[in-house]
């Protein structure tokens, strides 16, 4: 009770009327930064040099949030946003900004976040990995829900800042192969009474093939099954459907799903429900990258951690003398042992292990390797920073999706004298604020 009355005293205590506000900056959420009465005040949609009015829309003790409203003075960096569904749609949040500036914006945030929090320079900013910045997406997650006042059937996304969803009927950076998905799935199942038990789906696709996942909390009606074998057969996709127990079941032909890294003549097997870079592009030129950075030599021992299926494993086996790959999934660990009897990489080993605790003590950890590649959840790598100098690496790459926690691991690292030699942003989710990074640290000699 206590804290529903707080919630509206907060809210009766916004104001009714917009503040005029002056942006100078953008934070790393990609949202205007401004001051008012002596608070700071974060703009959604505002950008730097702007004049706006925004209305507020939650207090905090040391900072305010605010959306946009109107734009007084525009800033010449500030484009017309290409999707139709930007507005309410939570997806993308940089669609407002040039798309130069959207890399450049970026890489200063993370660079200025290195060298205030964790007193680190690259020695040399390399050129951001760009994307194209539509049709890029190989999977995404799409919301079902029938409303229960007059049986309407919403498919898309979350709204901007709310658990609901926004119809979506397009979607401009999901890969073209998924263009007809919104408008075939309201025509075979819009007619249907009782879609609650249908939750979402996720669309995951390869190169060459691809799935449609169905998450039901109950079996569906033969009709509704029907209605769904409809919609994977016109897109050309395979079928699944996953109930309650989190078990996928396959509704047809399930041949297998792949990707290839061309670079290094590697093709990778994948369910619907594993991990990938959702990216391909990206993908491809960042494990190039990777190899190129680490240099791997005929005679190194290389360390992958959080190996996932082996998307970097196998191409660094490929030059290295052996390779171990670590992953907290023994359902991944088994994945990635069938891509490499796929791809003859018989000298890699695989190991199952929660890389979130210390693993100073296991036999793989205490193992001497040249070079070490780890590519870490948002979490980031906390435990394992602190234990890394000791395998005797020259270097680390670390591949990072969370500013924040590669600001925090690099001042571990630092600090076991690595210095960060290389680095450069990863252009894997243009249109929005999400910031992937690649970081080279050597050895100090």
């Known amino acids: 009770m206590h804290k529903r009355r707080t919630a509206r005293h907060t809210r009766q205590n916004l104001p009714q009327t917009p503040i005029e506000l002056d942006v100078t900056g953008l934070s790393i959420e990609g949202r205007g930064v401004a001051r008012h009465d002596g608070k700071t005040v974060f703009v959604r949609g505002a950008l730097p040099g702007e004049s706006v009015s925004a209305r507020l829309e939650k207090r905090h003790s040391r900072y305010d949030e605010a959306t946009l409203i109107e734009c007084f003075t525009t800033s010449p960096d500030r484009i017309k946003p290409a ?10 949040d940089l669609q407002h900004l040039d798309l130069d500036k959207q890399l450049g914006f970026k890489e200063s ?20 990995i760009k ?4 049709g890029y997406r190989r999977s995404a997650r799409i919301g079902i829900n029938q409303l229960q006042r007059d049986g309407s059937l919403i498919i898309g996304f979350r709204r901007r800042n709310s658990n609901k969803l926004t119809r979506i009927e397009h979607c401009m950076v999901l890969d073209p192969r998924a263009d007809q998905l919104f408008s075939v799935l309201y025509r075979e199942l819009e007619h249907f009474s009782d879609l609650k038990l249908l ?3 996720d ?14 909390t109950r079996q569906p009606s033969d009709e509704l099954i029907e209605a769904l074998k409809r919609v994977s057969n016109t897109l050309s996709l395979q079928l699944y459907l996953e109930l309650n127990d989190h078990q996928l079941t396959s509704i047809g032909s399930t041949p297998h799903l792949t990707y290839k890294l061309p670079d290094a003549d590697i093709t990778l097997q994948f369910e619907p429900d594993d991990f ?13 990258q990777a190899l190129e950075w680490l240099s791997p030599k005929a005679t190194d021992k290389v360390l992958d951690l959080y190996c996932g299926l082996g998307n970097f494993t196998l191409a660094l086996a490929k030059q290295a003398g052996q390779v171990t790959g670590v992953e907290g999934s023994m359902k991944m660990v088994e994945r990635a042992q069938g891509n490499a009897a796929l791809n003859h990489c018989d000298n890699t080993r695989f190991h199952c292990a929660d890389l979130s605790q210390d693993c100073s003590a296991t036999a793989w950890m205490r193992q001497k390797y040249d070079l070490i590649l780890l590519d870490p959840p948002r979490s980031g790598a906390a435990e394992l920073a602190r234990s890394l100098s000791k395998t005797g690496a020259r270097s680390i790459l670390y591949i990072a999706c969370n500013p924040s926690v590669l600001v925090r691991d690099s001042a571990t690292l630092t ?15 243009p249109q929005t604020s999400h910031v992937e990074s690649m970081a080279l640290f050597e050895k100090k000699r």
């Not at 507005?87 to 993308?92: A, F, P, V």
């Not at 994307?131 to 539509?134: F, H, L, M």
């Not at 600090?415 to 990863?426: A, D, K």
């Open 415 to 429: 600090s076991q004298g690595y210095r960060m030699t290389r680095f450069c942003v990863l252009d894997m989710f």
């Open 109 to 128: 945030a993370v660079l200025d976040q290195l060298s205030r929090f964790a007193s680190v320079t690259p020695t040399q900013v390399e050129a951001p």
């Open 131 to 134: 994307s194209a910045t539509a």
């Open 276 to 288: 990938l870079q959702v990216n391909s592009e990206v993908n491809r030129r960042m494990v190039s």
């Open 199 to 201: 939750t979402h789906l």
């Open 203 to 216: 669309i995951t696709l390869g190169d060459d093939s691809g799935a449609l996942t169905f998450r039901a």
């Open 83 to 92: 999707c139709r569904h930007y507005q309410e749609c939570g997806g993308c």
